[in-house]
């Protein structure tokens, strides 16, 4: 592993365990930390904390791998990495704006398991379990249910539904978190899925190189290369994160071949300031994989507490500008509540339009007019129609 220009640390084994242990990602899945008994057992907890675990299991269920316990502070609540596993009070708070569905994916849900917003593009929940319950989880409606994986009808109807809807051209695994599964019953799903012949790509939104890196096996990453082109989505918030266990299945994948690109999610008091975007980004980068998005925090049920405000966000990026290469800048992207699908947001550089001319002030105060040529003067490339059939494969796929 290149190790020049940054240092990931090695996470110490937890009290009791065996180095052995510590490396099997069962036993770190078999492990985890999910009741009050168990947090104590790692954490001082604060009065508040502690009751903060009251009836918790009817809100939003709690789990973290002794792995990932480790990385957060024992004594400080207001520690980052704590303020994600910890469960507290607030969430059983009405606030602002609080949805248990707040994607709009019920509406798009035309059969168990499988979630069809945008045309080209469909996401498949093959499990509700994670590794992880984190507190600002998006889709409460879902994750850890106790549904686990797909069964074998839900299976069967959702390779139907993409089978007939050929304009699907890529299918994101996620959950729940897909990595939970065996690598037999991944095995399993991406077989299926490679025998439909309109799906090009298939991507995997995981959080296990973040909270549970032991996953990422010599095994697990045959099985992701035998069913290329499969792209891993990542989950990394927070430099501190990216330790020599998750560095060390980063470049596994990698080197594999599969492209790894990373999402992240604005937190208040735990991401929320330039310093920590920039130093994520670029060891992100550094480990080749590319920072993807920077999503504002949804208006999920209890995480009200958690959630940074856009005027915040749009700062950092606007700080970011200029000084953060293109390879390490997350797209800022902001989810319409209620499923209205993603919007992006970039800083404002036009400062005036007058017909063909333009005119944009830069990041650094650069101010300059664009001309564009005249509208007869435009004219379509000859062989546009070539790709046509692609083209309107793709316009009925939701039919
Ligand atoms: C975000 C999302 C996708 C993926 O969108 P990209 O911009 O391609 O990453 C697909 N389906 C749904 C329902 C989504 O919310
Ligand atoms: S790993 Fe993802 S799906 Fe699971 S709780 Fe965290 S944010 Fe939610």
């Not at 602002?96 to 498949?124: F, W």
């Not at 060891?283 to 958690?306: A, I, N, W």
Request: neutral net charge.
């Amino acid at each position: 592993m290149s190790r020049a220009v940054f240092e990931f640390k090695k996470t110490p084994v937890a009290t009791g365990a065996t180095e052995l242990q510590w490396k099997d990602w069962h036993w770190q899945m078999r492990t985890s930390l999910k009741s009050l008994n168990d947090f104590q057992a790692f954490f001082k907890l604060h009065d508040s904390e502690v009751s903060a675990f009251d009836g918790i299991d009817n809100t939003f269920n709690v789990r973290v791998t002794q792995y990932y316990a480790t990385l957060a502070d024992q004594r400080f609540s207001e520690d980052p990495i704590r303020k994600i596993l910890m469960p507290h009070k607030l969430e059983k708070v009405t606030g602002l704006q609080q949805m248990l569905d707040p994607l709009g994916e019920k509406k798009n849900n035309p059969t168990a398991r499988v979630i069809h917003r945008y045309s080209d593009r469909c996401l498949l929940l093959i499990t509700d379990v994670c590794s992880v319950y984190c507190r600002f989880c998006t889709r409460k409606h879902f994750t850890g249910q106790e549904q686990a994986f797909l069964k074998q009808d839900e299976l069967e109807n959702s390779i139907q539904y993409i089978k007939n809807h050929p304009g699907i051209r890529e299918v994101i695994l996620s959950g729940g978190d897909p990595l939970t599964v065996s690598d037999e019953q991944l095995d399993r799903v991406l077989t299926r899925l490679r025998e439909i012949p309109s799906v090009e790509i298939i991507r995997i939104g995981t959080r296990m190189p973040v909270v549970c890196p032991q996953r990422i096996t010599p095994e697990l990453v045959k099985v992701l290369r035998k069913h290329k082109p499969v792209f891993v989505m990542t989950h990394f918030n927070h430099p501190r994160e990216l330790t020599y266990e998750s560095a060390e299945g980063l470049e596994r994948l990698v080197d594999h071949g599969v492209p790894v690109f990373n999402q992240m999610v604005m937190l208040n008091g735990v991401n929320n300031h330039e310093t920590i975007v920039q130093a994520l980004s670029r060891r992100l980068l550094y480990l080749r994989v590319k920072p993807y998005y920077m999503f504002q925090c949804d208006p999920s049920e209890g995480t009200d507490h958690l959630r940074n405000s856009i005027e915040d966000s749009l700062e950092i990026q606007s700080r970011l500008w200029g000084h953060l290469s293109g390879l390490a800048m997350p797209h800022y992207s902001i989810d319409i509540p209620n499923g209205g699908g993603k919007a992006y947001k970039v800083p404002n550089f036009e400062i005036s339009k007058n017909e063909n001319v333009r005119t944009f002030k830069g990041w650094d105060g650069v101010q300059e007019d664009y001309i564009s040529p005249p509208a007869e003067q435009i004219k379509k490339p000859l062989d546009w129609e070539l790709y046509l059939d692609e083209w309107l494969r793709i316009q009925n796929s939701k039919k």
